[in-house]
């Protein structure tokens, strides 16, 4: 891998996740996983849920992002999420109990279900604990 480097900027509505450099980038997209490295190509996609993988010189670190949006233009990478968490940040009980409700939620089909957000729910749980797991 090379030395160079790109700036990383990661946003959500609550706080600047992280503001760092990376030589490389590895994220979720509704398209697949993409790698970013120095002089990509400028990029728009939609994130899903999933991990983030940070690697800077032998540093790698890796978060939970929930949906938004990743922009590469100019070696400046910017990562707009609805939430991001280190996996010391995620509460294991809180993220267990998260995925059995939406489980019960899906199970139990009531009429009045919004299928999708169940499903969305739930795949956000199972990222939580997934994250918690590589820890």
């Not at 990509?40 to 949006?69: C, R, W, Y």
């Not at 059995?100 to 939620?105: D, T």
């Given at each position: 891998?090379?030395?160079?480097?790109?700036?990383?900027?990661i946003?959500t509505?609550?706080?600047?996740?992280y503001?760092?450099?990376?030589?490389?980038?590895?994220?979720?997209?509704?398209?697949?996983?993409?790698?970013?490295?120095?002089?990509?190509?400028?990029?728009?996609?939609?994130?899903?849920?999933?991990?983030?993988?940070?690697?800077?010189?032998?540093q790698?670190?890796?978060a939970?992002?929930?949906?938004g949006?990743?922009?590469?233009?100019?070696?400046?990478v910017?990562?707009?999420?609805?939430?991001?968490?280190?996996?010391?940040e995620?509460?294991?009980?809180?993220?267990?109990?998260?995925?059995e409700?939406?489980?019960?939620?899906?199970?139990?089909k009531?009429?009045?279900?919004?299928?999708?957000?169940?499903?969305?729910?739930?795949?956000?749980?199972?990222?939580?604990?997934?994250?918690?797991?590589?820890?």
């Amino acid at each position: 891998m090379s030395d160079k480097k790109m700036k990383l900027n990661i946003v959500t509505p609550s706080r600047n996740f992280y503001d760092g450099e990376a030589n490389m980038v590895i994220v979720k997209t509704v398209d697949g996983e993409v790698g970013i490295m120095p002089d990509h190509i400028p990029l728009v996609s939609i994130l899903d849920v999933g991990m983030v993988e940070i690697k800077d010189g032998n540093q790698e670190k890796s978060a939970t992002v929930n949906m938004g949006f990743i922009q590469v233009v100019n070696n400046e990478v910017s990562i707009f999420t609805d939430s991001a968490e280190w996996p010391e940040e995620i509460d294991l009980n809180r993220a267990q109990s998260a995925k059995e409700r939406a489980e019960q939620r899906l199970k139990e089909k009531a009429a009045d279900l919004d299928q999708k957000r169940a499903e969305l729910a739930l795949k956000r749980a199972l990222n939580r604990i997934n994250a918690k797991g590589t820890y």
